[in-house]
């Protein structure tokens, strides 16, 4: 289990944040009330982590595996 960390500096709020990117206040308050109908799953959202069964690798193998067989294919025609 990894060991878990402590945040000792000040971390910003999200007014501060925004107020030194230069966003506007109703912009904001928009954005919050967006991400948290998204996290509670208020806005009918499906939100899904996406974890892969195979390595990429391996996947993008079989594809250009497949490409060299069709064009094999489409030549001897």
Avoid: H, N, W, Y
Wanted: glycine fraction near 6%; aromatic fraction near 2%; hydrophobic fraction near 45%.
């Amino acid at each position: 289990m990894p060991a878990k960390a402590v945040i000792t500096a000040p971390v910003p709020s999200v007014q501060e944040a925004a107020r030194e990117m230069g966003v506007a206040k109703a912009r904001v308050r928009q954005l919050r009330r967006l991400m948290t109908a998204i996290v509670e799953g208020r806005d009918g959202r499906v939100v899904r982590f996406v974890t892969r069964t195979a390595p990429a690798g391996s996947k993008r193998r079989a594809v250009a595996k497949r490409r060299v067989a069709r064009r094999k294919q489409a030549a001897r025609s």
